[in-house]
């Protein structure tokens, strides 16, 4: 029975948003900005201190700086021995989190590597948003209108961030296709993603259930 729903997503696709719709159609906690609050509280630092290490590795300086002093990257003391909160600190504490959101159930988890950080988790099923680059750029003219001279960079520059991150972390390609259950492109619609989901997932029962309750 599937008990979590990991969704990775291109940057524009929508499928946060997609993540949203999904988590409110089933009744499940959506794991997504809170994770930033939680753990920023959990570890006695600033929500911006941890919004700079969400999804992305450290400046090539700090990395270069820590290697220096340490020989090799790979061979970083571990970040609770230092105190230091960094990329390092930021992925053991997501880890931490999203197994204990997994124990506990009912969830849909947007982005942090959660398809890796879950891979071999009984009842996880893990999905991957994309779209084209016309749907993604009509998204980010919606969203930043003042920013379009910049958009294709923007959204190359995030992708590129979230990919490093889970290859650094996870030693895996981001967008490999064995990651994931499912890959849709959400060019399709979110209620055609929806039905698809509900049906790959065989939730279709309880989201059927979770809406006549609406009524």
Not at 23 to 34: N, Q, T
Not at 40 to 52: D, L, T, Y
Not at 84 to 95: A, G, K, T
Request: charged letters at 25%; one cysteine or more; glycine letters at 6%.
């Amino acid at each position: 029975m599937i008990k979590v729903i990991t969704v990775e997503r291109e940057y524009g696709s929508q499928g946060a948003a997609f993540a949203h719709r999904l988590s409110d159609a089933l009744g499940w906690k959506l794991i997504d900005s809170c994770l930033i609050d939680e753990i920023a509280q959990q570890a006695g630092v600033a929500k911006a201190s941890v919004r700079k290490c969400d999804e992305q590795l450290d400046p090539w300086y700090y990395r270069l700086g820590k290697a220096f002093w340490h020989g090799s990257i790979d061979r970083m003391p571990a970040p609770s021995e230092n105190g230091i909160f960094d990329s390092e600190r930021m992925n053991q504490l997501v880890r931490e989190y999203l197994h204990k959101a997994a124990d506990q159930g009912h969830c849909v988890i947007v982005g942090r590597g959660a398809a890796c950080v879950l891979t071999n988790y009984p009842g996880a099923f893990h999905m991957y948003v994309y779209a084209s680059k016309k749907r993604k750029l009509q998204w980010f003219q919606s969203q930043f209108p003042d920013r379009m001279h910049d958009a294709e960079r923007e959204m190359e520059e995030t992708d590129n961030r979230r990919a490093e991150y889970v290859q650094r972390f996870y030693d895996q390609d981001w967008q490999n296709h064995r990651l994931y259950h499912l890959m849709m492109n959400s060019c399709m619609g979110f209620d055609a993603m929806l039905k698809a989901t509900m049906e790959a997932t065989g939730l279709a029962a309880s989201y059927a259930s979770e809406a006549m309750t609406a009524r």
